[in-house]
């Protein structure tokens, strides 16, 4: 399987030339090389994009939610140093990625980035208290520090917890996304503080006319910026745009909490059995096909051989002791409807 990255490009490299000769055939390849290197080539591709675009969209709802775009740019460029240790860690300690762990950068981007929302409302309270830059550091740390490590400690060990399942797949990404969980921890502890003392923010929650459009843009084709400008509305009619509206949205839905509590409590313990009873449909796939990227060619062609002709590239292998159990198993298994003896 090593080597599939220069046998499948050897063997396309042939397929053209065979196209080119006979230009009235029809060539195609599939085969587990063949998907195998298909499956690498767009989950290396799809990771780059995706990890991007969501670095955006989370930018953009840092900077609608806080309404200045100065902080939460520095703590996303933070975040992305966070991430950038664990990818130093996971070759000095492991040395490789697989198709897994190649969405490390996407996972952590949307996990540890909670580290950092936290910091930054503890140093925006903090410049609302009239702190400078560098006290509204240390009253941030003071004030959700505990919360956060607790948080990121909890979810590091679930995530060690896969290192004792016996697949190496799961064992690499337990360890990767457990230690890339305290890496965006400590980078959120140490360098976001820092950061944000020696270039404190100027304060001012406004939009540029550029950005407004920009976030517009983003909030109508993502849900997360349209549900916090939607915060945001909500804010402006009910609460007059006032500093800590936010928290008074929430103070609000807290108190109806706590006025019925059992109705509330009811209410979520119907919805937890109704989608509880669904839980028996459930079942286990064993067909790994039906997992692959959709729109491969290599996919659609083994499903083709399959429905035309009853034939698919999966093998196993039997051994016996004589030539009579061979014939004896040929003739089962070939009788049988889910072997195909030849």
Request: positive net charge.
């Amino acid at each position: 399987m090593d080597k599939i990255g220069v046998l499948v490009p050897a063997l396309r490299e042939k397929v053209e030339e065979l196209k080119k000769a006979y230009p009235d055939c029809r060539f195609r390849l599939t085969g587990m090389h063949i998907v195998a290197q298909d499956e690498i080539e767009t989950v290396s591709s799809d990771s780059m994009i995706l990890t991007n675009v969501a670095f955006l969209i989370i930018l953009a709802g840092f900077v609608i939610a806080f309404k200045m775009w100065g902080a939460p740019l520095l703590a996303m460029l933070c975040l992305s140093g966070g991430i950038i240790w664990n990818f130093g860690i996971a070759a000095l300690v492991i040395g490789r990625l697989n198709m897994m762990t190649a969405m490390m950068a996407l996972i952590l981007l949307g996990l540890g980035v909670d580290y950092f929302v936290h910091i930054l409302s503890g140093y925006t309270e903090g410049r609302e208290r009239g702190f400078s830059g560098e006290e509204a550091s240390v009253y941030s740390m003071e004030k959700v520090s505990t919360g956060v490590f607790v948080g990121a400690l909890t979810t590091a060990i679930a995530f060690y917890a896969l290192t004792m399942v016996k697949m190496q797949i799961f064992i690499e990404l337990g360890f990767i996304l457990g230690t890339g969980i305290l890496t965006t921890m400590l980078v959120s502890f140490f360098l976001l503080p820092a950061v944000l003392a020696i270039f404190p923010p100027n304060g001012k929650r406004v939009f540029p006319p550029a950005l407004k459009i920009l976030l517009i843009i983003l909030a109508v084709l993502t849900v997360l910026p349209g549900l916090l400008i939607l915060v945001d509305w909500i804010n402006k009619k009910f609460f007059k745009g006032k500093s800590g509206s936010g928290s008074r949205i929430f103070r609000s839905w807290g108190q109806i909490i706590a006025r019925r509590p059992g109705r509330v409590m009811i209410s979520v313990l119907v919805v937890l059995a109704g989608l509880g009873y669904f839980i028996q449909f459930n079942w286990f796939d064993q067909n790994l096909m039906n997992i692959e990227m959709k729109g491969l060619e290599s996919v659609e062609l083994q499903r083709e051989i399959v429905k035309r002709y009853g034939l698919t590239d999966s093998a196993i292998l039997y051994t016996t002791e004589s030539l009579e159990e061979t014939q004896d198993l040929h003739t089962r298994l070939d009788a049988s409807r889910v072997w195909s003896a030849r």
